[in-house]
């Protein structure tokens, strides 16, 4: 892999971060409010338990935001503080940081999103390459409409259906949280089999609904590939229908497949943030929710910069493995 | 799908090139000699964009002929009786605030469309703007736009809306709504007609048409723009439905109009009062059912013109 390709995509990674983090400090200052103030007088009228920190936590923001200062030492500030992790603490939970409230939220997130967005592409792929290949089952002919239909839905309606169904209807899963309620988290396999079953409606919300999207670009794919030469010339030579089928047709999608599939990531998370919402899973989303009811505004911007980190180091893998998949790549310089 | 016994043949090789070549010579004669009847019989083969249309037609009647006959200030809390299933005077049951859902309804789809069509417009306006701008000109200009949509479509389009929504929080619009979401609207489309016009610019027609003189502007508004217009349509649809999909995100975790009865301030409040696991099957049944007719009519119009605008495709679906 050539130095120089490596070196761009990680200065792409940093450019969204950088990106990411201004428009976190900015948008905020585009109102001519303070919002800190703001929402600490909110929080105080709403009345309760913020009370105790009020002061110092006022102090603590004056300070950090230091009105007093110009604004480009302020951003200075800001940016120092985001590359120590620092999100500073939780207007709602005060004694706690964002960093800790994250960190705790963070590996439920990574384990649903990671797992459902590979295992829906693998099978979406595998099933839109079956569907476009002529000599296949032809019952595959009649999986793909309803799929699509459903690939249309946000992943959130979807499970609010599978919700009513499986989990209240029909009783087979929990209808709230990751686990149990009252278990403490031990390396058990009860405790594992408990995550399973609580993670098993949201996980279906995901992949039903996104294998239709996959299918549909890679059969459209494999059929147009299949008027191409060199599928005809392998075809003359004698080759396999097997052969032919994995290593010239399958091989050749991958690489427009392998991209989309890095676009996508966005669009899959915020979908995904909203899936945890429906079902209570204690991820990010679920933190953000409950941030944004209680205007806790360190809470939301530490979570939402959290995700960007987490899809730029995703896109930035991606990036870095792609050459393998086009060898073409190593020699191309844009 | 029943051309599929074609493609199967096509592995035979360069036997199906030469009557593919053929056919749009023979649809344009087709044509010219009969529009009308010949745009029916194109419509019957590419059926995914009348059943599409069809699809958003029957919302739009819904809601149309709805608010002549439904009082839609019903959709407004305390209008009847809270969590009511359908029944004959309430069709479509009641909320727990006590909104008329059949009203919440007819008042809501058309203000979701609103709210998609306004952002799509824009979206889909600015990005036809830069992408030839970009495309056009090349250069400096092209490569930070270039840069631009690279960075802005990696980065999680709600994520940022949610941060934008939070600061303007206070008694938002549907029109502001839609602005809101306008504002990361224009990425893709910039993408995808910036392709389109990279790849026209080279073509021959566009050269004879700068060898006989004309301006850069004149060839843009005569020559490219009524050869892009499926590819526009196409991606305005497509707008539309990520827009959509991006306020009623916002929506449901509460950043909406909380005045207005969209659709998703209705699912909004389904999640806040939790009517999935307390039985309340209507209320959520209702707006999930609307959005999936507005989602899957897109969708279809959008494979539709893809056809359209894309000829290498016909053979293929």
Redesign the interface.
């Given at each position: 892999m050539p130095i120089d390709y490596v070196l761009r995509r990680v200065g792409?990674f940093f450019?969204?971060l950088w990106?990411?983090a201004t428009?976190?400090f900015f948008?905020?200052r585009?109102?001519s409010q303070n919002?800190v103030r703001e929402r600490m007088i909110e929080q105080a009228v709403l009345g309760g338990y913020v009370h105790a920190g009020m002061d110092q936590m006022v102090e603590e923001y004056e300070r950090r935001f230091g009105l007093d200062q110009p604004l480009y030492i302020q951003y200075f500030r800001y940016m120092g503080d985001l590359l120590q992790g620092d999100f500073n603490y939780s207007i709602a939970n005060f004694p706690r940081t964002v960093r800790e409230m994250l960190a705790e939220a963070l590996p439920w997130t990574i384990g649903l999103l990671v797992t459902t967005t590979v295992l829906s592409f693998i099978l979406g792929t595998l099933l839109g390459a079956f569907m476009g290949w002529?000599r296949a089952p032809v019952f595959l002919?009649y999986v793909l409409p309803p799929l699509?239909?459903l690939?249309?839905?946000?992943y959130?309606?979807f499970g609010?259906?599978l919700?009513?169904v499986f989990?209240?209807k029909a009783g087979w899963f929990p209808?709230?949280g990751a686990y149990t309620a009252g278990t403490i988290p031990t390396p058990s396999l009860e405790f594992v089999l408990d995550v399973v079953r609580h993670a098993t409606l949201p996980a279906l919300s995901i992949i039903l609904v996104a294998v239709g999207g996959w299918a549909l670009t890679m059969r459209?794919m494999v059929?147009?590939i299949?008027?191409e030469?060199f599928?005809?010339f392998a075809?003359a030579k004698g080759l396999k229908g097997k052969t032919i089928f994995l290593r010239y047709a399958i091989r050749n999608t991958m690489l427009p497949q392998a991209t989309a599939f890095a676009?996508a990531?966005?669009?899959i998370?915020?979908?995904g943030?909203?899936v945890e919402?429906?079902f209570g899973y204690p991820g990010i989303g679920t933190v953000?929710?409950a941030a944004?009811?209680q205007?806790d505004?360190f809470l939301?911007?530490g979570a939402?910069f959290t995700?960007?980190v987490a899809?730029?180091l995703a896109?930035l893998i991606l990036d870095l493995v792609y050459p393998k998949l086009d060898p073409r790549i190593t020699y191309r310089r844009a | 799908m029943s051309v599929t016994p074609q493609v199967g043949e096509g592995a035979s090789g360069p036997l199906l090139a030469s009557p593919a070549e053929a056919i749009p010579e023979a649809s344009q004669e087709l044509v010219k000699s009969d529009r009308v009847g010949g745009f029916v019989r194109y419509l019957r083969r590419n059926r995914s964009l009348p059943i599409g249309l069809l699809m958003l037609l029957s919302l739009v009647l819904f809601s149309v002929i709805g608010s002549l006959l439904v009082d839609t200030e019903r959709a407004r809390p305390l209008s009847v009786m809270a969590i009511q299933p359908p029944s004959r005077e309430l069709p479509f049951g009641s909320d727990r605030q006590g909104r008329d859902l059949l009203a919440v309804m007819i008042a809501g789809t058309p203000l979701t469309i609103r709210i998609g069509l306004i952002a799509g417009l824009i979206g889909v306006g600015l990005g036809t703007v830069l992408a030839f701008v970009s495309a056009y000109y090349g250069g400096m200009v092209d490569a930070v736009v270039r840069g631009l949509v690279d960075v802005g479509l990696t980065i999680p389009g709600l994520l940022v809306l949610i941060i934008l929504a939070v600061t303007i929080r206070e008694g938002i619009s549907v029109n502001q709504m839609a602005l809101v979401v306008a504002c990361l609207a224009w990425l893709y489309p910039t993408r995808v007609i910036r392709a389109q016009v990279l790849s026209m610019r080279e073509r021959a027609w566009v050269q004879v048409a700068r060898l006989s003189g004309m301006s850069g502007p004149e060839i843009i508004v005569k020559e490219m723009l009524p050869n892009l217009f499926p590819y526009l349509a196409a991606a305005l649809v497509n707008s539309v439905s990520a827009a959509v999909l991006a306020s009623i995100g916002l929506e449901a975790l509460g950043l909406g109009p909380i005045e207005s009865p969209t659709l998703g301030m209705t699912v909004y409040w389904v999640q806040f009062n939790a009517a999935v696991i307390n039985g309340w099957w209507w209320w959520w049944l209702e707006p999930i059912a609307i959005l999936f007719i507005l989602f899957v009519g897109l969708f279809l119009v959008s494979l539709g013109l893809d056809e359209i605008a894309n000829p290498r495709l016909r053979k293929t679906v």
């Open positions: 792409f450019l969204i990106l990411a428009l976190n948008i905020p585009l109102s919002p002529p002919q699509l239909a690939h249309a839905l946000p959130y309606l609010m259906v919700m009513y989990a209240f209808i709230f459209a059929v147009t299949q008027g030469d599928i005809t075809d676009l990531l966005g669009q998370v915020a979908g943030v909203l919402v429906v953000l929710f944004i009811r205007a505004w939301i911007q939402v995700v960007i899809i730029g896109t | -």
